[in-house]
Each structure stands twice: as C-alpha cells, then as structure tokens.
C-alpha cells in the first residue's frame, strides 16, 4: 500500500471514531427525549421532517442533499427505535415499491409488516396491530388510486406523513442473459408503463399479468425462460440478475405514498392539509366551496372527485391544500367550509415530504 493510501485510510478511521463518539451523544440524547414523552407519542414527523430540512439547509457538500438527508433519516430512525421500535404495515409481497416507501419514510430500524391488499394495511393499522401504515395514493401516470380514496373516506386513522417514489423498473431474470425469453410477469400498470421499450428490445415476448411485482419476481425465480419487470429490491430479495435498469417509458414516473397512523402531525413549517368534503345537490355549491380558501389565500395543490357511493351521481371531493389546520388561513378556511359542506372530513395536517 502507498504510503499516501494508508495515511489518509487512518485519517478516515480518525473521522469513524469521532463520527461514532457523536452518534453515541446523539443517540443518548434521544433516549432521553424518549423518558421525556412516557405514555406520549414518541414518533414525531413535525420534528423528523425540521431535522432534515435543516440538515440540507446546511449541507456544506460535497455530499449531495440528499445523500444527507438519507443518512440522516437512518440516523433518526435508529434513535427512535431506541425509544420505541415502530411496526408499519404496507402493500406487500415483500419487495414492492410500497415497502421501499415505507423504509424511506421511516428507515430500516422500523418493521415492516407486509399485507395482502390496500383494505388490511388500513385494517392492521386501526386495530393497532402496527403503528402505521403506507398506502399508495397517486401515480404520475396513472392518476389517484381509488380504493385508498374509498378507504380514507371512512378510517379512523389520520395522515400523518407523505412521500414520494419515483418508479424505476427493472428487467430482472433468473440466467445473466436476455436471450432465450419466453414470457415476461409483471404487474399489468407496469407492464403498460415499459410498453415501448418492450416493444423495441423484447418484442413477441408473451407478456403476462400478475397481482404484483414481486410476485412476478417471486414466478420468475422459479422459471428459467421466464423474466420479470420489478423494482430493483425484489432482484435481491428473489436471487435474480438485474438485466436491465430504468426501463419505464416516462423516466419521471412517480408514486406519492402517505404515511397513516392514530394521529397527525403538529405544524412543521412547510406542512400540507388533506381533506375529504362533499357539496350539497344545488346549482354553484361546489364552486362556493372552493371560495373559503381562495378567500383565505390558501393554495389548492390537489382537487380530485370520486363517486360517493352512497346516491348515483353524487360526489365527493378529495382536496389537499398548503398550510397546517392549525394556521389562521387553514383554520379560517375550514370553518367556513363547515357551513357550506354536507361532509367535511379533516383527513389530516403533516410535514410536505423533504426525501
Ligand atoms: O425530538 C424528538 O422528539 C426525538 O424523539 C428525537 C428524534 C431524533 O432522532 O431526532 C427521534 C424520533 C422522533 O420521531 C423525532 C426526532
């Protein structure tokens, strides 16, 4: 080894001691937080979401912002678990771009606890079987997803958190070889959103539809002619090759997930306001209730309507706005949309997501 290696590899192990000593303190004071909020919430994403913000904020390089907000959503997530170890639910099998939320949402030190369908990670959630759950609620190319919408119409629980996933699928294969593909398993939105490339590098390959990715890596381990289209951690979790990455036609494709658990969250600065309301069956009623938040100066950044499913024709309306429902504007706005609305339902305040 050259004697320039060595001197800055022990320069490095200088800097690992010194980072450890701090994570230590760091880590201590967390637990003493923790003594602190006995029989209170110890999960606070108001909190997470400032340390974050600061942290990049402070970045002085040449690590990227994100890479350090990533290092320090571990850091945070492994101080929590100290003072309580947090189980979260998501859409599985494992390996699926909702786990890779949830562990981005609350790093690797939380359990995930993975379910069947979007109903049970409600179900696990509001039995308080987990303490929070991750549900997909919009996709950039395929729009809202409806049966969250359906399920928050009625849930107990709150939002608490949101985060964002941007959706890079991957050709995935058990043999290190893209010849001698027979069939390709894939969930059919992301066989639909690979469509042309399949087109040009795979055409005539049989595609066929599953209930999810990781099933279809789960098939495609068992299959030597078959392939999969999945997420990047279903390669590892499956003992598949990754043949090919970033496939999907539009390379800006991303899912918006929220984080649900028993409460919301206290104002973190830069929060968001999602709620659900319905209007009364009148001519110009849901356009008057929209006139509470351009009275108040508080952008709309979603309006989304869904059948009811109570009457033919009737429809509620899932709105998001910036700002905490405790902040004057917000505040104002929603009591004024209390006289307007039929349903008004406060679906929860929580920190605009900063990964
Ligand atoms: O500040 C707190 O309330 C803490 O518990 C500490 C801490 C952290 O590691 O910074 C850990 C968990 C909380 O969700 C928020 C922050």
Aim: charged content about 25%; proline content about 6%.
């Amino acid at each position: 080894m050259s004697d320039a290696l060595q001197t800055l590899r022990q320069r490095i192990d200088a800097v690992d001691d010194e980072l450890l000593r701090l994570l230590a303190q760091r880590a201590r004071l967390a637990q003493e937080v923790g003594r602190l909020k006995q029989g209170n919430l110890f999960y606070r994403p108001e909190r997470e979401a400032q340390v974050l913000r600061r942290i990049k904020a402070a970045n002085p390089g040449p690590l990227s912002d994100e890479a350090v907000a990533r290092l320090f959503r571990e850091i945070m997530s492994a101080c929590l678990a100290l003072e309580q170890p947090l189980r979260v639910a998501y859409l599985g099998p494992p390996g699926t771009f909702s786990q890779a939320a949830a562990v981005k949402h609350f790093g690797h030190a939380a359990q995930t606890v993975d379910c069947p369908s979007i109903d049970d990670v409600f179900r696990q959630a509001e039995a308080g079987m987990v303490d929070y759950a991750v549900v997909p609620v919009e996709n950039s190319t395929e729009g809202a997803i409806g049966r969250t919408l359906d399920l928050l119409l009625d849930t107990s629980l709150k939002i608490c958190g949101e985060t964002v996933v941007r959706v890079h699928q991957c050709l995935l294969r058990r043999e290190p070889v893209r010849e001698g593909i027979e069939r390709i398993y894939s969930h059919p939105q992301s066989l639909a959103q690979c469509h042309e490339w399949l087109n040009q590098h795979l055409p005539g390959v049989a595609r066929v539809p599953v209930s999810s990715n990781a099933e279809a890596a789960r098939l495609a381990a068992a299959e030597p002619q078959a392939a999969a289209i999945a997420g990047e951690m279903a390669a590892e979790i499956y003992g598949l090759t990754l043949l090919e990455r970033n496939i999907e036609d539009d390379p800006n494709n991303t899912t918006r997930f929220l984080v649900l658990g028993r409460h919301d969250a206290a104002p973190s600065g830069q929060d968001k306001t999602s709620l659900v309301m319905s209007a009364p069956n009148r001519p110009g009623a849901v356009y008057e209730l929209l006139g509470p938040f351009a009275r108040h100066g508080v952008s709309m950044t979603k309006l989304e309507s869904r059948p009811s499913g109570t009457a033919l024709w009737d429809y509620v309306f899932y709105v998001d706005v910036e700002g905490h429902r405790e902040e004057e504007p917000v505040a104002r706005s929603l009591s004024e949309l209390k006289n307007l609305a039929s349903l008004l339902k406060v679906l929860g305040s929580y920190p605009v997501a900063v990964l």
